[in-house]
Every structure is written in structure tokens, then in C-alpha cells.
């Protein structure tokens, strides 16, 4: 009897990974599902895709650089958000709804590139996070670790990394992702 409550105990615990790919995977169906039932309505309401890159093509250096000051803001608030959402007793429940709401995103647009282009979606879709997702997914995965491994975060060196990472995906996302979609696309 006495090993069956050691045995309950050692696995009610789940590891923090395994509930984060839980979450991940749950937004990613609940996302896919959503997308998929207003497939038509969303389509019709959203127009985006198509006009966001033809308005990148199009912007001349002083707007690209307005753009990038935007975007750059944005990105480091979002870090800056997720870095202090590490910081609070509630960081692994906090990350865990982050990742659902991350896959819940993910999926979502994906089905709309894939509902609006086809098999192609897929192609527009990584031409449009790469190479500057790559950026943004370093910073979350440095987050996450961090509260995984419950890591104090009032080191500066981590808070410059992921600056730095923040700074150079914004960078990546004005400046060389259009050209790179013009390319593919």
C-alpha cells in the first residue's frame, strides 16, 4: 500500500515541460479548429496578407525607419512583458497560458495563409517569420527556461540577451524580411 502512494506521488507531478507542450498543442487545436469554423468569415474580414507585402514594398527608407522605431518598441515591450511575467510568483501558470495563446496565434494564421493560398500558405507563411521569428521564438525559449529552472532574473545579462534579440528580429522584420519575401514569393 505504501508504494502505490509513493508511486501517485512521484507522478502527480508533471514536469513543466510537459504541461508547456500540452498548452502549446491544445492552442494549436483549439486555433486550427476556430480558424477552420469562420474559415470564410475570417477570410472576408481579414484581407491582410496580400496588402501587408505590397505595402512593404513599397515604403521608402524614412518609413522604414518610422516602421522600425514602431516595431522595435513593440518588441522589446512584449520581452519586456514576458520577462516581468517570469518574475512573479504566478511565472509557470503565466507561461503555460502564453503558450496556449502562442499556439492558439500560430495555428490561426497559419490556417488563414493556408485557407487563403493553399498549399502555398505554408510557403507564405514561413516567408513571412522568417528569418526574424527565429529571433522572437530565442527570446520566449530564454524566458521559459528561466522559469523552469525558477533562474533569478535580475541578472542584466539575461535581460541584455534578450534585448539584443528583440532589437535584432525587429531589425530582421523590417529591413530584410521583405526583400527575402519578394524573393520567395
Request: proline share 3%; hydrophobic share 55%; charged share 15%.
Amino acid at each position: 500500500m505504501a508504494d502505490w502512494g509513493s508511486a501517485m506521488k512521484r507522478m502527480g507531478r508533471i514536469p513543466f515541460w510537459n504541461l508547456w507542450v500540452l498548452s502549446m498543442t491544445a492552442g494549436v487545436l483549439t486555433g486550427t479548429i476556430w480558424a477552420n469554423l469562420l474559415g470564410g468569415e475570417l477570410l472576408g474580414q481579414i484581407g491582410y496578407f496580400d496588402g501587408i507585402w505590397g505595402t512593404g514594398r513599397n515604403m521608402d527608407e524614412e518609413e522604414r525607419r518610422l516602421l522600425w522605431r514602431y516595431v522595435l518598441g513593440q518588441r522589446l515591450w512584449e520581452a519586456g512583458f514576458g520577462g516581468m511575467v517570469a518574475m512573479t510568483p504566478l511565472a509557470a501558470p503565466g507561461y503555460l497560458l502564453l503558450a496556449f495563446g502562442g499556439g492558439f496565434v500560430l495555428a490561426a494564421i497559419i490556417t488563414v495563409f493556408t485557407l487563403e493560398k493553399g498549399v502555398m500558405g505554408i510557403v507564405c507563411w514561413l516567408a513571412s517569420v522568417l528569418p526574424h521569428g527565429l529571433c522572437y521564438l530565442g527570446v520566449w525559449a530564454v524566458w521559459t527556461m528561466a522559469v523552469r529552472e525558477r533562474q533569478d532574473l535580475r541578472k542584466v545579462k539575461v535581460w541584455l540577451l534578450v534585448g539584443i534579440l528583440a532589437a535584432a528580429g525587429s531589425f530582421l522584420e523590417v529591413w530584410i524580411n521583405p526583400a527575402l519575401a519578394d524573393l520567395i514569393l
